[in-house]
């Protein structure tokens, strides 16, 4: 007989050279199981059927072959919304948290208009929504898969986003007050392409030209032609690019440039005030 206390030993072993082996193996116990982590702990000593080790045990192999947690269940938390996630889309990270975040304290209208590019599973858009209910909140999305995904979340959650397909601004008409996005930042050239999760995430969602800098420059370079005067726009990128990004936003015209650390001290979300 396996129980869940001895299930959970045995696939912390298996896992020991993931980076969190601990929480890959509760929340696969979880997701089958169907429980909370409290549960796991309360009952270690509750038996599993036949059927349930089977299925944990598949689940196990795969993510022992590196396929990321969030693709085995299905979801992923952000801004504590459960987003179902596919591998259509880039898996939502916790450092991008800190957008959300920064966009608390801007001195925004109480009815803005916002909008999140390249919102694959919409997590930037939905957490926003779920923080400002008055707000307009769009999403522009290229990819047809990750549109479907977004508006499914959004409607599962009863979030009114809407989700429109596109590349960048081109579905868009001017007049927003915050512009955010995590676009592609990634060298194709970089190692890390090779390494965890990303080996299994779209490179469209990764990998962009001109060093990783393409995509985050043409967002700077036409973001002023959709924000109203003193509105905003906010930008994830590597942890390298924070230099590269605030003189290009200072170099396009806007003002109170800075940046904003991720949870591991990184540079991770530049940003400015568009004056007009």
Known sequence: MSTV???LARAQATLSESESPRADAELLLMHVLDVNRAWLYTWPEKALTDSQRGELDALLARRREGHPVAHLTGVREFWSLPLHVTPSTLIPRPDTETLIEWVLDLPLPAAARAVDLGTGT???????KSEHPQWQVDAVEFNAEAVALATDNARRLTLDVKVMQGSWYEPLLPGY???VSNPPYI???????NEGDVRFEP???LVAEASG???LLHIIDHAPDYLTPGGWLLLEHGYDQASQVCDY??????DQVENRRDLGGNPRISGGCWRG
């Open 5 to 7: 206390g001895d299930w």
């Open 122 to 128: 919409g997590a930037i858009a939905l957490a926003l």
């Open 177 to 179: 007050d915050l512009i």
């Open 187 to 193: 060298d194709p050239d970089d190692h890390h392409l």
């Open 203 to 205: 490179a469209s969602a």
């Open 213 to 215: 800098m393409a995509d």
């Open 249 to 254: 936003l200072r170099q396009r015209g806007f």
